[in-house]
């Protein structure tokens, strides 16, 4: 791959899960801050979008305007300073934020990590639960909430910690699997397959689909992205540095890539960069839809 422009907006916190607003905003999950946070690449201008308590580590643009949000207050021996619970939250245009779900069939959720609207307008998230790949201490879910907000268990995993989660135009969806780095596939009959395994050291997090149909996905110990086809052929890799947590695709061809630093397991990292890569691909319109 020729090496693209890359331009990085510093000093943001912890981003997670970005989203490019219509507005050409940028905004991220600042998971240490307990915040939506936003990064304008027009002007340079950072701040607070809302604060959301807890530790958020999502976000995107629904139907009505509002931001939904996984909320996953499971992060290693970080505690947030104002506690909310294992969680999908919406933020409406006019700052209120609530909490919509904490449970699906009767169970609680370990810990919503990424999320993404299908083409039917129901809202998808991975339960990863507390990251800890030596002990494995929560099993890894597929959730649905239906647009009266009824939430329903889609997918029972094991432990495997289902991280990145899109939904592709046919309603298939396909998600990352950080624990043992495979790209899964589910068609809308519920027919599941392995698309690839990814290379040692290239831990999967988040990803998007191109408007070629292929996967861009993040992988944080590799220093960059992963570009993988739609049939899971490995294409090629994209060097960005840092510690790539998840992207999403910007007008005009852009790639916006979460750095959160220099690794930290013990306690807040707060160093972290939204990488901007003039990558001259765009990417797959994103779905929406809206919880009641």
């Known amino acids: 791959m020729k090496k693209p ?3 990085r907006a510093t000093d943001l916190g912890h981003p997670e899960g970005p989203y490019e607003l219509d507005d ?3 905004v991220y999950a600042n998971t240490y801050a307990s915040e939506i946070g936003y990064w304008d690449p027009k002007t340079g201008k950072q ?3 809302a604060f959301v308590g807890g530790g958020p580590n999502a976000c995107m643009l629904g139907t009505d305007g509002a931001i939904y949000s ?3 207050p499971n992060v290693g021996a970080w505690v947030a300073p104002e506690h909310r619970p294992p969680s999908i939250q919406k933020t409406s245009p006019d700052g209120k934020v609530e909490i919509l779900v904490t449970e699906a069939d009767g169970v609680k959720f370990d810990g919503p990590n990424d999320l993404t609207f299908g083409p039917d307008g129901r809202l998808y998230f991975t339960d990863s639960g507390d990251w800890a790949p030596d002990t494995k201490p929560h099993p890894g879910r597929i959730i649905v909430i239906e ?5 329903k268990v889609l997918e029972e995993l094991d432990h495997v910690y289902p991280n990145g989660i899109v939904a592709e135009p046919d309603g298939s969806l396909v998600w990352v699997e950080s624990y043992n780095r495979r790209v899964i596939r589910r068609t809308p009959d519920g027919t599941k397959t392995t698309l690839c395994t990814l290379p040692e050291n290239h ?16 992988t944080v110990s590799s220093g960059g992205v992963d570009h993988v086809g739609k049939d899971g052929t490995l294409i090629d890799f994209l060097e960005v540095g840092g510690t790539p947590l998840n992207c999403c695709f910007g007008k005009g061809g ?3 890539v979460c750095d959160m630093g220099p690794f930290d397991v013990t306690g807040a990292a707060i160093t972290g960069q939204l990488v901007e890569v003039d990558l001259g691909i ?3 319109p994103l779905f929406r839809g809206a919880i009641g």
């Open 5 to 7: 422009t890359i331009t």
């Open 24 to 26: 050409g905003r940028v």
């Open 47 to 49: 701040g607070t979008y």
């Open 70 to 72: 996984t909320q996953t």
């Open 147 to 151: 647009t009266n907000g009824v939430a």
């Open 203 to 218: 831990i999967p997090d988040g990803f998007k689909i191109d408007e070629n149909g292929d996967f861009w996905i993040t």
């Open 254 to 256: 852009k790639l916006f």
């Open 282 to 284: 765009e990417g797959m």
